[in-house]
């Protein structure tokens, strides 16, 4: 079974501080990757997704997660973060097989101080 | 775009009563769908697998009798909570999953329905 851990539960970061959200998972096989973020009353929005390739991904708002096979990571990162970053976060993952049933994350609330 | 609607948005019943959401995938076609639940301050849980034209796959723990799912359309899948009770209340998100083209492998989200059971 699939699982994935994020360590840091509330993150609090003044503007224009760099933000890394850590994310690992436990899965034997080959996985797809994500985060997504949920801003104050809205719903979830893809920010980025890993398949294959390049283990540096960049998504949207500036925000990039590199793929680590041998530490089972997918590690959020941007370099600057904007009082507007103010969210929860949630790393996912799928198996790459036929069944794309989503196991999240426990979440990483994201407090911008501006 | 993807897009997933929800309807309604947010519903308040009386306990004992049936609730029924709506998901739609308004500009694609879904095979599977996929229902979740949010508790406060918690991530979300999958409750189930909706499948167009079969039985949807429940998560363990989750009781297929009081949370109905059905999946008539390629658009729609509905979850029908029975006899709803105030531990029922909680937000419920629906995805659906895109086959095909550069989103392959992806879930689009709808924006959520937040159930209160008095």
């Known amino acids: 079974a699939q699982s994935v851990s994020q360590h840091n539960h509330h993150v609090i970061l003044s503007e224009a501080a760099s933000l890394e959200l850590g994310c690992n998972y436990s899965?034997?096989?080959?996985?797809?990757l994500f985060w997504y973020v949920q801003y104050p009353g809205q719903h979830l929005q893809l920010l980025l997704k890993?398949?294959?390739?390049?283990?540096l991904v960049k998504g949207i708002k500036g925000f990039e997660a590199e793929f680590i096979k041998s530490k089972f990571s997918f590690n959020l990162r941007k370099p600057s973060v904007q009082w507007s970053d103010t969210a929860e976060y949630f790393c996912a993952v799928t198996d790459s097989g036929g069944y794309q049933k989503v196991t999240f994350g426990t979440g990483t609330k994201l407090q911008v101080i501006p | 775009g993807a897009v997933v609607s929800q309807h309604p948005s947010r519903v308040i019943c009386k306990s004992g009563t049936s609730v029924k959401i709506e998901c739609r995938s308004l500009d694609f076609q879904a095979t599977t769908m996929f229902w979740y639940r949010q508790f406060p301050k918690k991530s979300l849980m999958l409750m189930a697998t909706s499948n167009e034209g079969s039985k949807a796959t429940y998560e363990q723990g989750v009781e297929k009798d009081k949370f109905l799912i059905n999946h008539a359309s390629l658009t729609l899948s509905t979850l029908t909570v029975t006899s709803a009770h105030p531990e029922d209340s909680s937000f419920y998100i629906c995805?659906?999953?895109?086959?095909?083209?550069?989103?392959?492998?992806?879930?689009?989200f709808g924006p959520g329905t937040r159930l209160t059971v008095l």
């Open positions: 890993y398949f294959s390739g390049d283990p």
């Open positions: 899965y034997g096989g080959t996985v797809n």
């Open positions: 995805s659906a999953f895109k086959s095909g083209g550069p989103t392959y492998n992806e879930q689009f």
